[in-house]
């Protein structure tokens, strides 16, 4: 079946402008998570949605992240007035429930950010 | 809280040659463990995870993990690398709430 897709593949900004990343995760579930991952890094943890929940954003960097999810669907994340330290690998993972520790996360290919 | 540590960042072997791809955990409890695995611009894929049923977990592509409490490790082995195997591989604990932690993770070459 289709797994977790992210679009853009590649994202070429601006300094300053706005940018929205989107995910469409696995049909059915109900856990979603977005990570920033700095070039040789490891992942960093930015939000939680499960559910209709309220998303765990304890992971945003600054108020110029945000992120929504439709539901049990779509989620975008978006960066504002974005800076140059914002340049990174966004990626997206969800999972059947995040409640359990034994349920696996499936990442998506992720969204390749470059602000000039 | 919990947290995992990968001792190496860097780890060449000869293919053919086995793999050993070190992790350590910090947990005053059983923790749940995984290993996944980057291939270069690809998304992460699971390559096993480790939920107290067995200490021995064998995972995809012939990697295996062995959960050593007395270590506190939980090192990824394979028995004979493939060229295949060339990737970024990440060691990840469930925290508090609801985060994942993922170590810095060991880039594996494998010199053919």
């Known amino acids: 079946g289709a797994g977790v897709s992210q679009s853009p593949s590649n994202k070429v900004t601006e300094k300053g402008k706005d940018v929205e990343l989107r995910c469409d995760p696995i049909s059915g579930h109900t856990a979603l998570y977005w990570y920033r991952q700095r070039l040789g890094q490891g992942l960093e943890f930015l939000i939680y949605?499960?559910?209709?929940?309220?998303?765990?954003k304890s992971g945003l960097p600054s108020d110029r992240f945000s992120a929504e999810r439709t539901g049990e669907s779509v989620s975008t994340l978006t960066i504002q007035r974005t800076q140059q330290e914002d340049s990174a690998v966004y990626l997206c993972?969800?999972?059947?429930?995040?409640?359990?520790?034994?349920?696996?996360?499936?990442f998506g290919p992720g969204t390749r950010l470059t602000v000039t | 809280a919990q947290s995992v540590t990968q001792l190496d960042s860097h780890v060449s072997v000869s293919e053919g040659t086995p793999v050993l791809l070190r992790c350590n955990y910090s947990?005053?409890?059983?923790?749940?463990l995984f290993w996944y695995v980057q291939h270069p611009n690809k998304g992460l894929q699971l390559l096993l995870k480790y939920t107290s049923a067995a200490t021995l977990v064998k995972g995809i592509n012939g990697f295996e993990a062995e959960f050593k409490k007395s270590e506190t490790s939980f090192h990824l082995t394979k028995p004979s690398a493939h060229m295949s195997d060339a990737a970024e591989y990440f060691c990840v604990s469930p925290g508090t709430g609801n985060q994942f932690y993922f170590g810095t993770g060991t880039s594996l070459t494998v010199i053919p």
């Open positions: 993972a969800s999972s059947l429930s995040g409640t359990g520790y034994s349920y696996e996360q499936y």
């Open positions: 947990s005053s409890y059983s923790p749940s």
């Open positions: 949605f499960q559910g209709n929940s309220a998303p765990d």
